[in-house]
């Protein structure tokens, strides 16, 4: 039995195979419309989430299960203090397979430390979000035929981004990678990242604070939100909340076969004017995140 | 230079961070047992600037040792028999670490779940980087 707890408990080639799972339910949905029959997906969700649990729940249903769960911490025992570990020594009983999401960093590990039944972590506060990341491979993979070969811009908060952290760790392991780190200084990549991912796996890189002149250069545009929640002071989230503003102007200085990512949800950093541009597909990323789930219960649920 | 009585039989664990004695005296849980201790805060030193020493005058079966390099992986270990030192140890630097390090970071789920055990691995051998199993955050040794 495996859970998914990072984005790197799976290995290049069982990515592969994920992927490949995937794009075969995206060329033929119906194929694959009853393979879950009698088969639960738990939702285990301590904060509230509609996107991912949304797309979870679709991805079963879409397989023929059935889904059961919570949506936040105070419909569920953990009110009344019952631990992560109890929860899910019940939840066992009750579900073939299960999604935690939680606040608190590592508790869907702890969760996989007693569950008799796969977990698919669904995030856990800032820390991963695996299925995020699977998806974005996805969308990158079914768009632009590979996973090598690119450079990948990622722009915005890229301090705090778990999705940035994530796909920066599952795209290293592909062959001639590059990046281009676009922020404000306060909000550049840890050092972690920097050192121990970057640096230490030779993989060529820069930072800048300058959005336009990377433009030209990229395969891949990472757009992401600075989230209000992570700043301690409300003066330093209005100074650079609005320092990157993706618009028509910018996107005509980018490549014809550039494709534009976001994990959304999405405040003001993507002009709703760029929407329309073909090479936008954050919409159809989204999409892709059922594929995606879907493909990776199959695997989980062992019904391939 | 200031000078500590010569200790006959025990360890001096030498090139300590300066300002890491205490925590160590505290891990080794050197307040309960029946031993002479010295401790020797900011000592001067060519290699470090400063650094702290801890003279201990007890058998090695006394204490557990093996957790040093988790809480400062640049330190030595001196043996001492009869007045001289035996034989230099570098710690060894354990795979796991349990219960020994606390997860600083509020946002781990060790926070909330007291029951849980603190338990770090080793990421990083030639920089002594130990992480918290659950929520990555590499420990803080200050």
Known sequence: MKHIISPTDLTVSELDELLELSEEIIANPKKFSDVCRGKKLATLFYEPSTRTRLSFEAAMLNLGGSVLGFSSADSSSAAKGESVADTIRVVSSYADICAIRHPKEGAPYVASLYSSIPVINAGDGGHNHPTQTFTDLLTIKNLKGRLNNLCVGFCGDLKFGRTVHSLINALVRYENISFILISPEELRVPEYIRKEVLEAGNIPFEETTNLEKAMPKLDILYMTRVQRERFFNEEDYIRLKDIYILDEKKMAAARSDMLVLHPLPRVNEIATEVDSDPRAVYFKQAQYGVYVRMALIMKLLEIV | ?142
């Not at chain 2, 001492?80 to 349990?98: A, D, Q, S, Y």
Request: with cysteine.
């Open chain 2, 1 to 142: 230079m200031l000078n500590i009585g010569v200790i006959n039989q025990g360890i001096v664990i030498d090139h300590i961070q300066a300002g890491g004695a205490m925590k160590i005296y505290h891990y080794l849980d050197l307040e309960n047992k029946d031993v002479s201790v010295a401790i020797i805060k900011n000592a001067r030193s060519n290699k470090m600037g400063k650094k702290d020493i801890i003279k201990i005058e007890a058998t090695l079966e006394d204490l557990d040792l093996d957790i040093l390099g988790a809480l400062d992986h640049k330190l030595t270990i001196n043996i001492i028999e009869n007045g001289v030192i035996i034989e230099k140890r570098n710690p060894k630097l354990p795979e796991i670490v349990n219960n020994v390090l606390k997860c600083k970071n509020p946002r781990c789920i060790t926070s909330v779940e007291q029951g849980l055990p603190h338990s770090f691995k080793l990421t990083d051998r030639a920089n002594g980087v130990y992480r918290c199993v659950y929520c990555e955050q590499s420990f803080d040794r200050r």
